[in-house]
């Protein structure tokens, strides 16, 4: 099972950077660029640069505040 952890660790880690190294460029370094250049092709439109992550960071929100709200409702089922 280490072996494993590792593995799914180690897929973990470079999809993170992956993601981290798309956005930073996208986002930090790409405007420097002329419009008319051709690595503009590889990238999304500069307002779902700040679209994305805020969908994402709502999505999260909502995810944990279910987990959380079911998880206190299934306590209270146990005391009573």
Known sequence: MELAD???GLLLSSISL??????TF?????????SEHFVHKYF???EYAILIPVCA???LVCFISVFIGYVMLKSKKKKA
Do not use: E, N, R
Request: hydrophobic share 55%; no cysteine.
């Open 57 to 59: 960071g709502v999505t």
């Open 44 to 46: 999304l439109p500069q």
């Open 26 to 34: 996208w986002v930090i370094i790409l405007p420097f660029f002329d």
């Open 6 to 8: 590792k593995a799914v």
């Open 18 to 23: 992956s993601i981290f190294t798309y956005y």
